[in-house]
T-cell receptor, first 115, second 112 residues
Framework: NAGVTQTPKFQVLKTGQSMTLQCAQD?????MYWYRQDPGMGLRLIYY???????DKGEVPNGYNVSRLNKREFSLRLESAAPSQTSVYFC??????????????FGPGTRLLVL | DQQVKQNSPSLSVQEGRISILNCDYT??????FLWYKKYPAEGPTFLIS?????DKNEDGRFTVFLNKSAKHLSLHIVPSQPGDSAVYFC???????????FGTGTSLTVIP
């Protein structure tokens, strides 16, 4: 099992360029998430997908779009990148454990620099 | 507005001693709490969780304590080992969905 994989690992963009961050999980989890991590801010939820075919906004969705392509894949798109989107992006998937509460499993992250 | 707070950015502890990492939350609707550990250039990994129906949960060297009245939880690591050196995040969620709120993290250094 590879767990949660993310591509690319690192990307440099110019302001206004677009790109898609890819995420895939092989654990048959229903729920998937995108977070960003900024210095002094912890991880903040951008979007999540509770199941295939559904997506919902998190704390900081502005400037992003997502696609839950199938149960395995959840992509994050920046249509017009801005320097404020320079961050480390983490994808996660989750499974309900005992008591029905979700536990998240994270990918290794994508470092994005917007110039 | 940070709903989950970790007020200590860093902590240093001698190997073999106890490490205590603290976390406070403001939202009384949170009823499930988790701790994650993160090494540099890796994603966070799940460590331990606790539901609000409990005040303590233990897993090996790791124990999480929850004080609901104070809206405070802590992670105890006993004994601390050099491999425990990492950034620790606490996170919280409520019943109503999949939204998890993370603290800003505490960087733990265990000195050999």
């Amino acid at each position: 099992n590879a767990g949660v994989t993310q591509t690319p690992k690192f990307q440099v963009l110019k302001t206004g360029q677009s790109m898609t961050l890819q995420c895939a999980q092989d654990m048959n989890h229903n729920s998937m998430y995108w977070y960003r991590q900024d210095p002094g801010m912890g991880l903040r939820l951008i979007y999540y997908s509770a199941s295939e075919g559904t997506t919902d906004k998190g704390e900081v969705p502005n400037g992003y779009n997502v696609s839950r392509l199938n149960k395995r894949e959840f992509s994050l798109r920046l249509e017009s990148a801005a320097p404020s989107q320079t961050s480390v992006y983490f994808c996660a998937s989750s499974v309900a454990g005992r008591g029905g509460r979700e536990t998240q499993y994270f990918g290794p992250g994508t470092r994005l620099l917007v110039l | 507005d940070q709903q989950v707070k970790q007020n200590s950015p860093s902590l240093s502890v001698q190997e073999g001693r106890i490490s205590i990492l603290n976390c406070d939350y403001t939202n009384s609707m949170f009823d499930y709490f988790l701790w994650y550990k993160k090494y540099p250039a890796e994603g966070p990994t799940f460590l331990i969780s606790i539901s609000s129906i409990k005040d303590k949960n233990e897993d090996g060297r790791f124990t999480v304590f929850l004080n609901k009245s104070a809206k405070h939880l802590s992670l105890h690591i006993v004994p601390s080992q050099p491999g425990d050196s990492a950034v620790y995040f606490c996170a919280a969620s409520g019943r109503t969905g999949n939204q998890f709120y993370f603290g800003t993290g505490t960087s733990l250094t265990v000195i050999p």
